[in-house]
């Protein structure tokens, strides 16, 4: 069993090789899903922003200067995932910054301000898409930031502060990477396998760049979380009396 | 990738054409992509909004290739994906299969034909974004979820991180140079170092560069609410004719494919 694993990495490392073009953050890009799955997910993803952007709303009732530190927030984001890592398998990758948005801004804002980074990547340096724009923003503004803020509140004060925020970005990232693979495992099961097969395949595919992403993205927001306790500290506790982190 | 893309939005023949015309030229050729769903539609829709990208809002070649091909890397990984099967003993239908270790990997004609139908459609939607990206910039296009009646601060949220974004690339770039010509980025670790300083130092320029433009805004009454003059723009009549030579020849590929 684990050597059948081993041989699956060894292939897909082989892949990689042949691809050597440094890889995003897992978007699906358009026109890939059919039409069904494309509608699906912006299904499953439009609650979370309807409750998102409601909580936004709310936000700017109350301090309406707010906005700018969320436009300047969604713009961090878009430019951290544009920022090179250096990364184990020597290809530079690309942190998503969901993490690390989730912890400062809290799940929900992050729902709206990741889908906004999702529609920029797409409209500006095409990446994504638009009829995958439910599906990516499933994987990467709603899971992940959840995933992350679920790690962060349930962990911080329990565990040593570095190990809740890497844990809490590393495995953002991993479950972008996973609920992506499960998606594109849904929409093109495999013909001898089924979904499960199908599931294994993408994910080893794309587990090659995107653990070692995880990693690093894990790393970064540690140091990033640090710097900012030492340089920031009056910035982060604003953010928090702004009733930011809702 | 992103100040390329941007510049020829704003620098093509057809910056002036009506965001709305554009959106619907390119929403429909996406659509029909995915309606239709045949590899030869795919294929036109490729063809068709390539030459439109390059010979009518003159975007150079080099350009619009160079934006299709960096699609292209996800493109492949995946549609491998697709082609070949994983299984413990090979299907009965395989064109070929090759034993890897315990695992049999192996390809059907219908996994290759979905493939490579995948793969078609794909690039002929992705073109169709690609047409839209490069002629359209993205205030024109937030000008139109203004028409279009989005929610006021949806829209606010994001003319302000497209603002903002620019802001702080140039920001990022003049730090990359600073550290690079510190040598802070000649090994893996002073990289990993740098980065960190990089992420956190932008975060708070981010936040002081808000906390500057609210203390300007509020010099000036703000009053809670963005206001901008709607830009105005022109109607092509040839594109709406050239729309509607690739629905007619997309939709005439598909019964005859």
């Given at each position: 069993m684990k050597r059948r694993w081993l041989i699956v990495a060894l292939g897909a490392a082989v892949l990689i090789t042949f691809e050597a073009r440094p890889a995003y953050a897992m978007h699906i890009m358009e026109g890939f899903l059919p039409p069904l799955w494309a509608l699906v997910w912006f299904a499953v993803t439009i609650p979370f922003w309807v409750i998102g952007f409601r909580q936004l709303q709310r936000i700017v009732r109350e301090k309406p200067e707010v906005r700018l530190l969320l436009g300047f927030a969604a713009a961090f984001t878009f430019v951290l995932s544009a920022l090179k890592l250096p990364s184990v398998t020597g290809s530079s990758s690309h942190p998503t910054g969901t993490g690390l948005g989730a912890i400062l801004f809290g799940p929900w804002v992050m729902s709206v301000l990741g889908s906004i980074?999702?529609?920029?990547?797409?409209?500006?340096?095409?990446?994504?898409?638009?009829?995958?724009?439910?599906?990516?923003?499933?994987?990467?503004?709603?899971?992940?930031?959840?995933?992350?803020?679920?790690i962060w509140r349930g962990l911080a004060g329990r565990a040593p502060f570095w190990l809740v925020v890497f844990l809490a970005a590393a495995l953002a990232d991993l479950s972008t990477y996973v609920v992506t693979s499960l998606q594109l495992a849904l929409a093109f099961p495999d013909p001898a396998g089924g979904i499960l097969a199908a599931f294994a395949k993408f994910g080893a595919i794309f587990a090659v760049t995107q653990i070692p992403l995880a990693i690093s993205e894990g790393i970064l927001t540690v140091l990033i979380m640090n710097a900012l306790q030492t340089n920031a500290a009056a910035e982060l506790q604003a953010l928090a009396i702004k009733g930011v982190r809702a | 990738m992103l100040r390329i893309i941007d510049q020829y939005a704003f620098a093509n023949r057809l910056r002036a054409v009506d965001p709305l015309q554009k959106t619907a030229l390119a929403g429909l050729t996406i659509l029909l992509c995915l309606a239709l769903d045949r590899p030869l539609v795919g294929w036109l829709a490729l063809g068709w909004m390539m030459a439109v990208t390059v010979w009518y809002a003159q975007v150079p070649l080099r350009v619009a290739g160079a934006v299709i091909g960096a699609e292209s890397a996800f493109l492949a990984l995946s549609v491998i994906g697709i082609a070949i099967s994983v299984?413990?003993?090979?299907?009965?239908?395989?064109?070929?299969?090759?034993?890897f270790g315990p695992l049999w990997l192996s390809a059907t004609g219908g996994s290759l034909q979905t493939a490579l139908h995948v793969l078609s459609r794909a690039l002929g939607s992705a073109a169709a974004l690609n047409f839209l990206i490069l002629t359209t910039p993205l205030i024109d296009l937030i000008e139109l979820l203004r028409r279009l009646r989005a929610p006021a601060l949806l829209i606010e949220l994001m003319a302000l991180s497209y603002r903002a974004l620019f802001v702080l690339l140039d920001t990022l770039d003049q730090m990359v140079t600073a550290q690079t010509a510190r040598l802070g980025y000649a090994s893996w670790r002073a990289t990993l170092r740098s980065s960190a300083l990089l992420g956190s130092r932008l975060f708070i320029v981010a936040y002081q560069r808000s906390q500057a433009l609210e203390v300007a805004l509020t010099a000036r009454g703000f009053a809670g609410e963005l206001r901008v003059l709607p830009l105005s723009y022109t109607v092509d009549r040839q594109l709406w004719l050239i729309g509607v030579m690739i629905a007619a020849s997309l939709v005439a590929a598909r019964w005859w494919s």
């Open positions: 980074v999702l529609l920029f990547q797409a409209l500006l340096i095409a990446h994504g898409g638009l009829t995958t724009l439910g599906a990516n923003a499933f994987s990467m503004a709603v899971v992940g930031p959840f995933v992350a803020w679920l | 299984g413990n003993e090979p299907p009965a239908t395989a064109l070929w299969a090759i034993p």
